[in-house]
């Protein structure tokens, strides 16, 4: 097992509701770039806005296409997604041409995707893979739908237990940090299949538990949905250079992110600190 380590946890506030990410609505603050060239630009998604307009959030004015677009001043092509909830690297193109081939790319598994995520409970191996195919359209009814194969691999960075609890007969309960690299990209392939394991997302509305949720937003002082997208390696379709695009995490993360082997959770009890039960 990991060697854990413990940090003071941030107190709760149980006397507020949990403040969300930044409000898409709110004044259009510049994308943070991590790479810009002739050819292709790079920002870091803050979590909470869409990668473009959609019918399915008619309301929304606000999202990443069109934010770039205004801050470059020229047009830009979103090469691949990520889920409105899920922050880190995107990629868009700058000329059409471009966005083809980095599809091709993509379509093609040339590239290389790794992602953190917070998940509820402990796995019991440090690392492993998930093979399970997954219907095409995850809004819909699975029975009936082509299913398409389907990998992640993951590795267990930290064991954790936070003081929160939804059921009497467990005081704490199990969090832990995890690298996912989906060989794929499915929609919602990396939280469908954490949700397989029997560890789901922490604030994920759709594969999570709502009760769960709610309490860990309410102990940490935020809601969100605790995936973030970290890296992504890729050839440079004009110029055959091999890029390395990694984007910070946000502050929110921080205290995760912080101590030796990786991680010391806010708040959280290390997994070696006692064994008592937990949900």
């Known amino acids: 097992m ?94 059409a041409d471009m966005a083809s081939r980095l599809g091709v790319a993509l379509a093609e598994r040339l590239t290389h995707k790794r992602y953190l995520a917070l998940v509820r409970g402990w796995p019991g191996a440090d690392n492993g893979s998930v093979s399970h195919p997954l219907a095409r359209d995850p809004e819909l009814p699975s029975e009936g739908q082509p299913h398409l194969e389907a990998t992640t691999h993951w590795h267990c960075l930290n064991r954790l237990t936070v003081p929160v609890t939804t059921a009497p007969r467990f005081p704490e309960t199990r969090i832990s940090l995890m690298a996912c690299e989906p060989v794929q990209g499915r929609r919602h392939q990396i939280r469908r ?58 502050a929110e993360w921080q205290p995760w992110l912080s101590g030796p082997s990786g991680l010391s959770a806010p708040g959280a009890r290390s997994a070696h600190e006692g064994e008592g039960p937990r949900a």
């Open 193 to 250: 299949h954490l949700k397989h394991l029997a560890h789901p997302i922490i604030g994920d509305a759709n594969y999570g538990k709502g009760p769960l949720n709610r309490a860990l937003a309410a102990h940490f002082g935020l809601q969100r949905l605790w995936l973030h997208a970290h890296q992504l390696d890729l050839m440079h379709p004009a110029t055959g250079e091999r890029l390395r695009l990694e984007a910070p995490a946000g």
């Open 2 to 95: 990991l060697p854990m380590t413990t940090a003071p946890f941030p107190p709760p506030h149980p006397a507020t509701a949990p403040e969300s990410l930044p409000d898409a609505a709110q004044p259009r603050a510049p994308l943070p770039l991590l790479h810009l060239d002739a050819h292709l630009a790079v920002v870091n998604k803050p979590a909470g806005l869409l990668v473009h307009r959609t019918a399915l959030d008619a309301h929304e004015q606000d999202a990443a296409l069109q934010r770039l677009r205004d801050q470059l001043g020229q047009p830009v092509w979103p090469v691949h997604r990520l889920d409105r909830g899920t922050s880190g690297v995107l990629v868009f193109a700058l000329s």
